[in-house]
Nanobody
Framework: QVQLVESGGGSVQPGGSLRLSCAPS????????MGWYRQAPGNQLELVAT???????NYENSVKGRFTISRDNAKNTMYLQMNNLKPEDTAVYYC?????????WGQGTQVTVSS
């Protein structure tokens, strides 16, 4: 019954920026650890960033200093601000919400970075 919906993907040139959003239906995100994952063609699903209910964040090394994960509990929305995008960031990005035993996923949004 719970659904997560990603938005904000698109196509940009290297060095550009995008802001991804994740909004749920059927649950309140404040109690969940939230995350962004991505999967490039031919690659495994990769954890990009996480944020706990208290706001503690972790990032995959290749995106540190470029990406920022955040959450707005009043709007019940989670974000990924992506700056200085590189071609290797090209992937389908998935929103994840985790509070055992519950795990929810979004449908994915495409991010393409090319010249």
């Amino acid at each position: 019954q719970v659904q997560l919906v990603e938005s904000g993907g698109g196509s940009v040139q290297p060095g550009g920026s995008l802001r991804l959003s994740c909004a749920p239906s059927g649950t309140i995100l404040a109690i969940y650890t939230m995350g962004w994952y991505r999967q490039a063609p031919g690659n495994q699903l990769e954890l990009v960033a996480t944020i706990t209910p208290s706001g503690r964040t972790n990032y995959e090394n290749s995106v540190k200093g470029r990406f920022t994960i955040s959450r707005d509990n009043a709007k019940n929305t989670m974000y990924l601000q992506m700056n200085n995008l590189k071609p290797e960031d090209t992937a389908v990005y998935y929103c994840n919400a985790n509070h055992e035993p519950y795990v929810w996923w979004g449908q994915g949004t495409q991010v393409t970075v090319s010249s």
